[in-house]
């Protein structure tokens, strides 16, 4: 039933409201509530670009909106030209549809955010210095910044020494110099009149990718992204196995943050490559991350962190100059790292957190980040609840017989025709299967539950799987596809061991948000949000199958894409969202599951699938 | 007369106040006014070290001060164990008899300078985290630093981040740790409970010479002094010289740059072998010079201030990292640079300022600095005003034909009895003569005047000279020892040339004296501080004689020692101090004489020496 706010369309995570006309399809109110969506061929329904995720009653698919979508049209997206929702409701945005000019936003009231930049460039004229008035170089500076920048200049303002030492050769005399001012306090660049715009640097640190933003800090324009693989993968592929291996001692240690300061580096001279910029020119960088990659990051032991009570070095803000944490930006840049809220809800999840305006959420909503850890929110009224579920590997692939990651050859998707006696196979870049995704398995395992080929205890049922499990050598199997039509020649399987493995993972996930809903007596949770990678790929129909979180309608479980990439964006254009993180982290409260009173009775009665008719 | 503020007996440069008492002698009245002076005998007038300059009615020399001050007694030197003043008075202490336990000094009531350290040391008990409140070990070292300086502890204190990377190994679970704060806001060192106290360094960058003084900075107390001629003495002997040298470009500067700073590094470390102590313990320090040296040290260009308007690159105080700027002292030490007044009025003019307490001098008082530059401060009722004559090198030995500095074999003092057909000469070092020291060159010059051989015009008299000056290659030249008796075989003469340099320079600084006694509508001085090594040298009467400045009492011109270290040290060892010299700083008035109306005529009126019989 649309509550009396509902009727309102408001586009998320900007939650830019908008009133529904008649008349108007969704691209067209996106436009009035300025938010900027890609429709290069003006909402003509041609492009194929404008897609969102609406949740409410929406107006029913269109041909255009078949052909252009294919299978994504039953993962809930639309196309916005093609859309309205005639009685109000939520349209999700996810990033690869906002319009650059508007992911990150001119300014005014036609933005999504209100620009508020730490660092911001003044053209000053500096006067020479007279027999009378023989005032020192740094004096004349301070007092041309003040002329043009008296409402935001502090009393004290600050000239590094490196710029100081800079000062004589820019300053022969008087002159037209671009002052770029940090806060109103510090001075962190000196250049010629001529210089570009200060540039801003994004960073969302993944265990397993990392990308980063480029901004014009001027106009808050996004420039260029560029991501890579974490050069630390190599050395283990989740976070505990990179923290054993720092346990070696200082030069692992170091070993593993100079691998991640030089991919930001290669990042930062990707991004300025494609924007034709210097990495001279970014002078302020934004990082979010898990706790783990934010301590190795920053050099900080992470021993602390791998053992009961999990206390971090550092929690608050990490705010340090770039070229101390090894970063190639600008001579004075700095580095602000989110704050984490605790050992393992790390500053990705806070930056999230400020994507979606948890802070500011209504309706009981799970904010959920699915990896190895499952780390989630529970936001309802302004109040957040945060835990971290240990789920282990398999939703990534990982403790699975044929597991792999999201990589070519992987299924991510199956279907079972009734009767049918094999699977039908969507495999990542079209070739012949070699193993099973995390949302291959969430798939497949929904397929079985609802055949009734697995039991909700976890079990193969030998009879109404019959023609499509086999005794394998540890228990039943399923048969996927046989060697004769995968790409390693052997048969792949799904076995026993791996349903378990999905098991121990949902459970744990699902007994956290119970925990998470129990603390907070909230009976109901109306929403989830997936963010990261893998939340996109998930379909929401089959996550509810298996149980993956407490129940909640199949249209109310939405990816947000990296929403840590898009809070760090914020933070990185916007003091205000800067410090609406910090409080938001404050604010936030968190429950140990390992020590909470209810967990172990709630994870042991999540093993269990829902009722085959679920 | 003695006015009614006399009738005490003030210390200086320290400012304490003692009332006469009947029977007392001025080591007992220091011991009462919590002034410290060295007196290993107990005062018995045995040790000669309790040397001070009474400014007043003093009681007679007595037969110990005779035989233990020898020829210094006529400088106005006293034993203030033998000594007395009994309508009171100022009494300057040099330095050298100061004890160390209060040259700087403890605190409270006895001590001469109230303690109030910018850097202290905290030990601290951190907890360690638990389930219930897991924090991070940098919450844990605030909220355990905040339980114990409470009062001091800014409300957002910062750790930096070398010493957050250190963390994790300090802090393996809880522990007793020693905690430095600076300012109350920056963490500057962690140790364990066992660490020493911090040290501070305060450094006086001469052009000649570089002194450091090492200081605990928990008690106050002096721990060790080390000096060495200024390494950039090779490039150059005075300020202007070494600053064409960097207009070579910016090697040449940083050539000069390092070699000071690798100078104050090696005085680190020996001072710090002195009191076996390390210099990473140095948490703190201080530094004045002029403004020459204050801009090479910093690496700064000095280029504009060797051309008018002599507009420096930075003339309020300079903080900065200690390590950024070559210091190889605690990782996190702070440097702090007192502040210049002008191109030509440095650092070390305003730390002897504040060491002389010029913000506080009531009668008209001239304290100045004879060099190269001679600086100067005209001081009173709270006014001071401040100048720079281009006083040249002549009172330094330049640019006389057998000049030299300060060293052995120089004339340090001439003689000239009456009828005599040669001249007593002081040698230091009490070898054979081979140069005139600027010292030596104001006493015979006096003696020569006195004589009448040499008249006010500057010229010798050849009537009344018969006998002692001869003609030599450029005009008549007096003879001051034969070849015979010199140490290096020729002739030791000064010449009609040498005269006309030093009328330049005593005219250049009496001009400059009487320009700002004009601008401060002062016709008279009631007192001259000499700052600096020249001036402990110098004859009062003798420099009076040859009328160096203004008319004043010779018992009122006072060598103060290196007023300008003392200032560092005050500087180091408190804030309120650091705050006086930057209010003192900015209270000073500037006049620069290249362009003032007045001087060209005093200068030209300068040049002649007072008449014969002054």
Sequence with gaps: MPRAGDEQVTFQPMGRRADPQPGHNLLQLAQNAGVGLEAPCGGKGLCGKCRVRPEGQATPLTPAEKALLGPEAGLGLRLACQTALPQGGAVWVPPESRSQRQVILTSGQSGELELDQAVRAYPVRVPPP????????????????AAVAADRLSSSPELPFSLLQRLPGLLAGGGDLKVTLRKGREIVDLGTAQEGPPLGLAVDLGTTTVVAYLCDLDSGKLL??????????????????????????????????????ECVNALALDACAQAGARPSRILECVMVGNSAMHHIFLALDPASLAIAPYAPVARGPVEVKARQAGLALGLEAWLYWLPLKAGFVGADIVAAALAVGADELEEPTLLLDLGTNGEMVLAAGGRMLACSTAAGPALEGGHIAQGMRGAPGAVERATLEPGAASAGLRVIGGQR??????????????????AGALLPSGGFDPERGKGL?????HGLEFV????????????????????AEVQLAKAAIRAGAEVLMAEMGIERISRVLLAGAFGNYLDPGEAARIGLFPPVPV??????GNAAGVGAVMALLSQKQRRRAEELAQAMGYVELS?????????????????GDA
């Design 595 to 611: 020590g909470h009173p209810l967990f172990q009775d709630l994870f042991v009665d999540s093993m269990a699938f829902p009722g």
């Design 130 to 145: 007279s027999l009378k008035q023989p005032e020192a170089a740094q004096e004349r500076i301070f007092s041309a910044l």
């Design 480 to 499: 996927a596809a046989p060697a004769g039509a995968t790409g390693h020649g052997r048969d792949l399987v799904l076995t026993s061991q791996d349903v």
């Design 224 to 261: 260029a992204v560029s991501s890579e693989m974490n050069p630390q993968v190599p050395y283990g592929d989740d976070v505990i196995s990179r923290m054993s291996l720092c346990a070696g001692g200082p030069q692992e240690l170091s070993k593993l943050s100079r691998a991640a300061v």
């Design 555 to 560: 249209e109310r479980i939405l990816g947000v």
């Design 433 to 450: 299967p070699v193993g099973f995704c995390g949302s291959g398995l969430v798939s497949l395992i929904s397929c079985l539950l609802q």
């Design 469 to 473: 499990v086999r005794p394998g050598e």
